[in-house]
């Protein structure tokens, strides 16, 4: 039975459990490496997970000069190795879901691993098991089907780039690829931001 | 024209993504290092013989130094001195009343000090037991395959002048 990876940010409540969770996981040694993100904070407290989804073609090894990132067989996208990562942020600013994080203190980029040691032995990532929502779960393909009224997708559309993933959304509407409009996002920011936000 | 899909990137990447790609060494790869490499060998011991070459020719011309005076070195002694450069130590070995040899101090084998060794009339090399003759600097036994650089002497009358090296 082959365990999949699905996130539903529509079930967050943003309880930080994961967050939390993920420093417990052993090899990532006190540190967490996932973060809990603010959908749209002046407008709604909804909150969202945001762990590595695991591209089959990683942006953030393609844009490494220190050749610091590497993906495992089963698909799991590392963090940066420490000998040779240099620090220049490429993949931090790279990644089309702003998963890698820098941390000056050890300079070094560390990001989501999906509990490497635990997934490669069959067990559940320290999120997925702590999770009270089912925001993020980790199992068969058949049960969250099963179970949900959303369907996971793992098909993201950037302009013209479409990025493929080994973690699933679940979004509803039936749809089977999610079309994200950065640029029109961002020109609606702008217009918002000069419109007058108050701030 | 907004949605079409790119095309996949041309360009092969810098590095191996993949983690076993990494550990993975191709025949191609391997055969492509050793080639670079043996090539990288012989292009640079003949670039080294070229160099040393040049150099011989740009030394070829000695400037004459006055080394000692006669009465500086018994007979069957050595006196240290440094020719053509203060980094080439020498020995002056005086054999007779009016016979003088000298001869550059680095062993040809692995440029350790000779030592004068007066009883049997030759110069020995303590690192690995090389030994050359004091008449002419052939190489008498041990791993030097040749002979001590021969300085050129010119005395004139109670001062040795070291004229050239004869290798």
Redesign the interface.
């Known amino acids: 039975m082959t365990m999949e990876f699905f996130v539903d940010p529509s079930r967050c409540i943003g309880c930080q459990a994961c967050f939390h969770a993920c420093a417990e996981c052993e090899s990532h040694r006190g540190l967490s490496m996932i973060h809990l993100d603010f959908v749209d904070r002046s407008s709604s407290p909804q909150t969202t997970p945001t762990v590595c989804m695991h591209c089959e073609d990683?942006t953030c090894?393609?844009v490494?000069?220190a050749?610091a990132?590497?993906?495992?067989?089963e698909g799991i996208v590392?963090s940066a190795l420490k000998p040779r990562c240099i620090g220049c942020s490429n993949c931090v600013l790279s990644c089309p879901f702003g998963v890698p994080r820098y941390l000056p203190a050890q300079d070094q980029m560390m990001k989501c691993d999906m509990c490497y040691d635990r997934t490669s032995v069959g067990l559940a990532p320290m999120c997925a098991t702590v999770c009270p929502s089912g925001a993020l779960y980790y199992g068969p393909r058949e049960t969250i089907e099963k179970s949900r009224r959303e369907t996971p997708i793992n098909s993201f559309?950037f302009?013209?780039?479409?990025v493929k993933t080994k973690v699933n959304m679940m979004v509803g509407n039936g749809a089977e690829e999610l079309d994200i409009d950065v640029a029109s996002f961002m020109l609606g920011i702008r217009g918002w931001q000069e419109k007058g936000s108050g701030i | 024209m907004t949605n079409q899909p790119l095309t996949p990137n041309p360009h092969p990447p810098a590095f191996p993504i993949p983690w076993e790609d990494e550990q993975t060494v191709t025949r191609r790869n391997f055969m492509s290092f050793v080639l670079l490499l043996s090539t990288t060998l012989l292009a640079s011991t003949g670039l080294l013989g070229l160099v040393n070459w040049f150099q011989r020719r740009s030394t070829a011309q000695f400037t004459p130094a006055l080394i000692a005076t006669v009465n500086d070195v018994p007979i069957a002694s050595a006196k240290l001195f440094s020719y053509p450069t203060a980094h080439d130590p020498c020995l002056l070995i005086r054999l007779a009343e009016n016979q003088f040899v000298a001869y550059s101090q680095k062993c040809t084998h692995l440029s350790c000090p000779v030592i004068y060794q007066a009883q049997k009339n030759e110069f020995f090399c303590p690192c690995h037991a090389g030994r050359f003759a004091v008449d002419d600097g052939r190489v008498l036994g041990g791993p030097p395959q040749r002979p001590l650089p021969r300085i050129l002497l010119n005395v004139k009358g109670h001062e040795v002048w070291a004229t050239g090296v004869h290798v």
């Open positions: 990683p090894a393609k490494c000069p050749d990132i590497k993906q495992t067989a590392q559309t302009g013209r780039r479409v």
